[in-house]
């Protein structure tokens, strides 16, 4: 069952956003990011770049994901409390077409859509609908078989 707590950045274009499709998705909560309110993350585990590897003792455990810019991830993070376990992802590939007028994303970074999708399938949560609108898909799955194939991951 889902368990997950989006943080939003409002500064985000909702036309780009890979998550909108999943707005009232049972077990998905979205909160949009405001400087003056807090973030309880309380036993919840968070995907971050800079977390150890999940293992399969993050299995059954709620899910925390922000989803904004690299620039920004800083900021958001700001208003967040409680005890968190921050983990990262394989190097999975992204297959979203990613471009930046104003600086460079880090070459590993992924969709909030794909990164979404594969930790919970490498938590032995396979949720094929949550990829159903992204249009990506087939090229992300694809192109990151090697570990989600493993975790029993759907093809389109």
Same mark, same amino acid.
């Given at each position: 069952?889902?368990d997950?707590?989006?943080l939003?950045?409002?500064?985000?274009?909702?036309?780009k956003?890979?998550?909108?499709?999943? !707005?009232?998705?049972?077990g998905i909560?979205?909160l949009?990011?405001?400087? !003056? !309110? !807090?973030v309880?993350?309380?036993?919840?585990?968070?995907l971050?770049?800079?977390g150890?590897?999940?293992?399969?003792?993050d *299995?059954?455990?709620p899910?925390?994901?922000?989803?904004?810019?690299? *620039?920004?991830?800083p900021?958001?993070?700001?208003c967040?409390? =409680?005890a968190?376990?921050?983990? *990262?992802?394989p190097?999975?590939?992204?297959a979203?077409?990613?471009?930046?007028?104003?600086?460079?994303d880090?070459?590993? =970074?992924l969709?909030?859509?794909e990164?979404?999708?594969?930790?919970?399938a490498?938590?032995?949560?396979?949720?094929?609908?949550l990829?159903?609108?992204?249009?990506w898909r087939?090229e992300?799955l694809?192109?990151?078989?090697?570990?989600?194939s493993?975790?029993?991951a759907? *093809?389109?």
């Open positions: 069952m889902l997950v707590l989006i939003r950045d409002p500064h985000e274009s909702p036309q956003c890979s998550l909108i499709p999943l !707005r009232g998705t049972p909560e979205f949009t990011y405001d400087a !003056r !309110r !807090r309880d993350v309380s036993g919840r585990v968070l971050h770049p800079d150890d590897e999940i293992t399969p003792a *299995r059954g455990k899910l925390f994901l922000i989803d904004s810019s690299w *620039r920004r991830l900021k958001l993070l700001a967040v409390d =409680g968190s376990e921050r983990r *990262r992802l190097e999975l590939v992204t979203y077409p990613r471009k930046s007028k104003t600086f460079a880090p070459t590993r =970074g969709a909030s859509i990164a979404l999708y594969a930790m919970l490498l938590l032995g949560e396979v949720h094929p609908e990829l159903a609108h992204y249009h087939a992300f694809e192109s990151n078989a090697r570990y989600l493993g975790a029993g759907v *093809r389109p």
